[in-house]
């Protein structure tokens, strides 16, 4: 099975789910700025990768994670990725697309518009970390949903530190 977390732009709340789903961010507790830095992509992705799976890791039951911007355009992106997996003669029951843009905050697209977007770094930066430690609870929660979703695809049960029980 192949995860994909996707958002608006792909830098701040789907690699922060990724991280949290490979065990790269802890689910017990509110990671401080410098851990959130240190993650893949971590407002370091720029519009150029809207359309683009980027793959971070396997997880402990072998699940591919992705994370993907979706850009303005959202639902699209969504049809297109289906449909191209769909020609390339991949079983689009295999891809799992979860929208961590449910969990994004005011502060996180605040702090990502001013970072990514306009290049203030100096200023969204601190914004948008501030945001995602705020959303932190409810991404672990997509996360362990996600995990659960995955656990009757694979005829696996996934306990909530992601290995198989």
């Not at 720029?46 to 359309?51: F, I």
């Not at 993907?68 to 992106?77: E, N, Q, S, T």
């Not at 430690?133 to 696996?156: D, H, Q, S």
Request: glycine residues 12%; positive net charge; charged residues 25%.
């Amino acid at each position: 099975m192949k995860v994909i977390y996707s958002c608006y732009g792909g830098a701040h709340s789907s690699p922060v789910a990724a991280a949290i789903h490979l065990g790269l961010l802890p689910e017990d507790r509110v990671p401080e700025p410098g851990a959130l830095m240190r993650i893949p992509r971590f407002d370091r992705v720029g519009s150029e990768e809207q359309g683009r799976a980027a793959f971070i890791g396997k997880d402990a039951s072998g699940h591919e994670v992705y994370v993907l911007a979706r850009g303005p355009a959202g639902k699209a992106v969504e049809r297109a990725f289906f449909s191209g997996a769909s020609l390339a003669g991949a079983d689009p029951s295999e891809f799992l697309l979860v929208d961590t843009l449910v969990c994004v905050n005011l502060s996180m697209r605040v702090g990502g518009f001013l970072s990514r977007r306009l290049g203030w770094t100096a200023l969204g930066r601190p914004i948008v970390l501030w945001g995602t430690r705020r959303a932190y609870a409810n991404l672990v929660r997509l996360v362990r949903e996600t995990k659960g979703r995955l656990a009757p695809r694979t005829g696996r049960e996934e306990n909530p530190r992601g290995g198989k029980n």
